[in-house]
């Protein structure tokens, strides 16, 4: 059933919600956390949502397994989308970007036992890999969608130009890049996946709609004193505005934004919080006019 914030097909056929989840935040340890983050995820799809966003760099793959351990077996119509592609150096311990096809092959192949699937249904690359091909990084992708392991591909993180070298190579049904009401740098990316009907998973989503630690007073300087006359009106100020003259949170109103600025937008706000969860999922019922809109639009950086 479609909520306020109505669907989006995913690859033209896979339906969901359009305001989903990022688990990135549920901590999986120690028990206690472990089981609110269970409670949360779950919560999360009593109320509605049928997109949650996760990802091997999550924990090594101990996000996708609380995933699993909180929801399966999973209701109809859920999609749980995962990342591959940054991977822990076995010298190091650090991690990095790793687009070899045979470490993405074994991530997928992990993923898939970790979730408890036969078929990732939507599978991002997390981030291109400039020491690797993009053709082989692709390619080796394009080889488990034709084995039946893979449904969908999708990236995260890439330019307007990355994208179009990507279609060139493969069906590109989504994309996962930084933007919010306050950040739109990748806005050429968002026109793009607009005029192709890319999903659009928009990650730190209301990224500006708070006052930044030490001005908690809101006054624009952080010391208690005024803002620079003349200076642009900080982000979080007109949402604030505009969250008072609606009786709703600044949080609401960053994601009301998202889902009116395109219909191919779908936010993943993550949290590891029951209310703050619930304050996220009511945000689909913002409605902004049109005098709202223009005020949030005049925020744009990089547009």
């Known amino acids: 059933m479609a909520g306020p914030a109505g669907t989006f097909r995913i690859g033209g056929d896979l339906e969901v919600g359009r305001l989903g989840f990022g688990a990135m935040q549920l901590p999986t340890g120690p028990a206690d956390a472990r089981a609110e983050s269970v409670a949360v995820a779950r919560r999360a799809v009593e109320l509605g949502v049928t997109l949650i966003d996760t990802a091997h760099l999550y924990g090594g793959g101990a996000n996708e397994e609380l995933l699993a351990e909180a929801l399966y077996p999973y209701p109809e119509g ?71 392991k893979v449904a969908r591909l999708g990236l995260s993180e890439v330019t307007a130009g990355e994208l179009a070298r990507a279609r060139e190579l493969v069906d590109v049904a989504s994309v996962q890049n930084r933007y919010s009401v306050g950040d739109r740098e990748h806005e050429a990316v968002l026109r793009a996946c607009t005029a192709a009907g890319i999903a659009f998973l928009p990650w730190r989503p209301v990224l500006g709609a708070l006052p930044p630690a030490g001005d908690a007073d809101g006054d624009g300087a952080g010391n208690g004193g005024a803002a620079d006359a003349g200076a642009p009106e900080a982000p979080y100020r007109v949402i604030g505005a505009v969250a008072r003259e609606l009786g709703a949170t600044p949080v609401q109103v960053a994601l009301a934004w998202l889902l009116a600025h395109s219909p191919v937008v779908l936010p993943i706000p993550g949290t590891a919080k029951l209310g703050h969860l619930q304050e996220n999922v009511a945000a689909a019922g913002v409605r902004l006019e049109r005098a709202h809109l223009d005020r949030l639009d005049r925020l744009s950086r990089g547009a």
Not at 90 to 117: F, I, M, N
């Open 78 to 148: 859920l999609l749980i989308t995962t990342k591959v592609g940054v991977a822990r150096s076995a010298e190091t311990g650090e991690w990095g970007l790793d687009g070899r096809p045979e470490v993405l092959r074994e991530q997928v192949d992990h993923a898939l036992r970790r979730l408890r699937v036969e078929r990732i249904e939507l599978l991002q690359l997390h981030r291109i890999d400039p020491e690797v091909d993009l053709a082989e990084q692709l390619g080796a992708l394009r080889e488990l969608q034709e084995a039946g």
